[in-house]
């Protein structure tokens, strides 16, 4: 049985504010939860079904209840309620520009959608990009639908806040890293030659880069349409943020 | 104002059975509704508020609607209405198998997430793919919440829902056009010739292409992962079909 407490508790982290509070996120559902026990993530909590219970080994330094779908579905964020209902500390990755020379890694430029942002993650960790900065308007990686469009990635992808404009400006790493931009108008990206490491800019959804992060570019990308139809037509605009993510990580890594 | 029969029978397109008993569906926003507008597709209402009204000049044949914010949002279909809803036709393309030879053409073998599939007619406008045949269990393309992440090339991309076995068992071109799967386990993408025609068959979200169609696969292709993560760390185990989909339609079309 749950109490009015537990379910006031867990209920409060599908809010922003009480995750930074108790530092603490959810994430739900068999596959994900699995993901967690066995990555570097702490779980606190387990809130599960006995069918999930039996079939797993969980630590004895978890505090876990066991509860029926029914309890399960008032403490759960989604829908469509699965077995299992994790509590997770946040961990405290530290900023280290320096172990980002060499790398690649992926700037958000205020990704707003929770989906759109949880595929970035596990198309980062698909293509072996460990670390994501976001600025400070993109989407909280830690609301339950972003950790679950992530798909358990989110255990193994370093994400870091931090203000763009600053992190610009007093980056200075040497040999300076090409800073790519994801823009309409830049160079054919299939026919660029591209770096092993750099930073890569993906912008918001529907305004793209920022025009003060524009300037920080140092090289201009496009993917060509193959659209049959001229603008005048109504050619398609513009992908979605989360497509042209995959696609331009995808050309980095097959030249390799 | 709206009536009560209007509010219902508007409402009710957002169902499938009544999709298929009027031969409608709806599109919602300024940006699709727009390019609705310019396109071949028949749009036959419009429920507009007067900011939209005035600056569009809006054909006589379109029976229209001015109604304020309130009244829209009880036909939306939509968490935070825009300015317009149109109530369009269903149109009714001829399935050619022909005009599909020397063509790239797109195969669904049960894409079920409505958002994943608007995505693919996105991808599919983007890279110039103008056919997508869809297995009975795909999703509806005039599912409210596809033609919304379709983004308006909902008005390009000629869906057709087959059964695909059949398809398959019958499709006979000459010459005989190659039938890509994207399977976990086939060739590197990436080093694969390709050819300028043939099928692309993409899977189910959770259980990817079904085995009676797998047997028809001609050419088995997989997307190399780059993860810094061996499987047994719980490296991540696979990209959301529409991220494949954009990775193997961008593989293609580059070499061209």
């Known amino acids: 049985m749950l109490s009015k407490n537990q379910i006031k508790f867990v209920s409060s982290l599908q809010q922003k504010k009480f995750r930074i509070e108790y530092n603490l996120f959810i994430a739900e559902g068999n596959k994900i939860v699995k993901e967690l026990l066995n990555s570097s993530l702490v779980v606190k909590q387990l809130y599960a079904t006995s069918e999930f219970l039996v079939n797993e080994r969980i630590e004895s330094s978890i505090e876990t209840f066991e509860i029926n779908e029914k309890e399960l579905a008032r403490i759960s964020a989604l829908t469509n309620v699965n077995q299992v209902l994790a509590v997770c500390e946040i ?43 976001c600025s400070t308007h993109t989407a909280d990686i830690y609301n339950p ?99 042209a993510t995959s696609i331009i990580c995808s050309e980095f890594r097959r030249r390799e």
Chains 1, 2 share one sequence.
């Open 145 to 243: 639908k972003v950790v679950q469009s992530s798909m358990g990635s989110i255990s193994r992808i370093k994400c870091h806040y931090l203000d763009l404009m600053t992190f610009f400006k007093e980056t200075k790493l040497k040999p300076q890293q090409p800073i790519y931009g994801a823009l309409l108008k830049g160079e054919n990206i299939y026919t660029k030659s591209l770096t092993k490491n750099g930073f890569i800019v993906i912008g918001n959804e529907s305004k793209g880069i920022s025009e003060s992060i524009t300037e920080y570019v140092t090289d201009k990308i496009s993917i060509p349409s193959f659209s049959y139809y001229k603008s005048n037509e109504g050619e398609a605009e513009s992908l979605n943020a989360a497509i």
């Open 91 to 133: 961990p405290n990755y530290i900023f280290d520009i320096e172990a980002l020379q060499n790398k690649l890694t992926l700037v958000l430029d205020e990704i707003k959608d929770p989906g759109n942002l949880g595929t970035i993650i596990r198309i980062a960790d698909w293509f072996g990009i460990e670390n994501i900065i």
